[in-house]
């Protein structure tokens, strides 16, 4: 089984929906500029707020980097599958804060 068919299994939308809406003061505060790089990258909105309002400047690096707990595939590869985004979703939701 994939890290991605794993990840996916665990994606309920619901809670990724009112994860988001816990990042929305937090957004206010995140240079537009970083938000339409995301946009320009093919980030999805609802990651790049999260990512963003969590790690800055560097949520735009950390999508082309090799990251171990996706099985050392780039967040980025994980948005070219199907369902690869839910399954990036599921993963960022896992992530330590």
Known sequence: MSMK???LAEFRQESWDSFVVSFADRLLQVDPKLVESARQQGIPADISHVL???MGEYALDWMSKK???LGDQSPASFLGLA?????LRAAIMRMPR
């Open 52 to 54: 963003l309002c969590e």
């Open 83 to 87: 369902d690869g985004g839910n399954a």
């Open 67 to 69: 990251v171990p707990a």
């Open 5 to 7: 068919d794993i990840f």
